[in-house]
């Protein structure tokens, strides 16, 4: 079962990184999709061949006004005749983010329930039934990390894969499709959250397989930004054609280049960075924040 074009996912060469003997491609989960763009595809797949296959009336999923899972399962559900429900936490809105129009131009229907609620993970009433499939909030399972493993890339070819991390379930799949002798390096797009690297090793076949991520590029916290990161981000479109988004693969792209600048990874290293897409979450920033 397949609506991206996974033919369009290659790594390219970046020159801009490649600096200090170290050797930067970019995996370019972006180009797959222009809405079920990045991981998301990849984290759905499994979880929406089992809904199709059990027939179930609809597929229900949790986010908030900006998620990019959110847009994501309402385009495939779309795509593939499912019928989509989203549980979008706090108050309905006087007018609905632009994910959450995007979301709903896909036909998703949109409960909104309070944040008390939502965080208890309360189901609506209406929305309890055998017959709905659901799927954990940012696609957080077992399924989600065993489609990110599907991730392609030449395992032969890189010493380091870098990515963002919001969930973990994309780092989970790539820590569990990697080879021995390549290492994942998490980048979090949440502030001081120290439990993430506990729930990446929640989904990994080997428990005992060591979880590196780095706290140190939040720019304040998930979905905050800075001028310093907006810079980074344009600075970088200029320099490579590059766009990226300011939630997760700004800070990840910024963070990678300033460990690169610091002589952080020995002269030598293969670095594969993931662009996990991601990039109608720009929408939400003012116009001409960004130069792309
Ligand atoms: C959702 C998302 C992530 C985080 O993926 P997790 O599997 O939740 O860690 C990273 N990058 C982008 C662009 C995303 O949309």
């Known amino acids: 079962m397949h609506i991206i074009n996974e033919d369009l996912i290659l790594a390219e060469p970046i020159p801009f990184l490649s600096k200090n003997g170290v050797a930067v491609h970019v995996l370019r989960l972006d180009r797959a999709d222009p809405v079920v763009s990045g991981n998301k595809w990849f984290k759905l797949r499994y979880h929406l061949e089992r809904a199709k296959a059990s027939r179930c009336d609809a597929v229900v999923t949790f986010g908030g006004a900006f998620s990019n899972h959110i847009v994501a399962t309402a385009a495939a559900c779309a795509a593939l005749s499912i019928t989509s429900i989203g549980i979008i936490r706090g108050e309905a809105p006087p007018t609905l983010s632009h994910s959450l129009q995007t979301a709903a131009s896909f036909g998703m229907q949109l409960f909104f329930v309070s944040r008390e609620a939502y965080r208890a993970k309360k189901i609506p009433p209406q929305l309890v039934s055998a017959n709905n499939y659901f799927i954990p909030e940012g696609g957080y399972s077992e399924e989600g990390a065993a489609g990110a493993a599907t991730i392609p890339y030449d395992k032969t070819q890189y010493n380091l894969i870098a990515c963002a991390v919001g969930t973990g379930t994309m780092m989970a799949g790539l820590l569990n499709a990697k080879q021995e002798s390549s290492a994942i390096l998490g980048f979090s797009a949440l502030k001081n959250y120290f439990n993430l690297d506990g729930e990446v090793r929640r989904l990994l076949k ?49 963070g990678i280049n300033d460990l690169i600048e610091k002589k952080h990874f020995a002269s030598g290293t293969k670095i594969l960075v993931i662009h996990s897409g991601g990039l109608q979450g720009n929408l939400s920033l003012r116009k001409g924040t960004l130069i792309f």
């Open 206 to 254: 080997d428990k005992h397989e060591p979880v590196h991520i780095n706290h140190s590029y939040h720019f304040g916290g998930y979905a905050k930004k800075t001028p310093a990161l907006i810079h980074f981000m344009n600075e970088f479109y200029q320099q490579t054609g590059i766009p990226t988004d300011f939630v997760y693969t700004g800070k990840l792209f910024f």
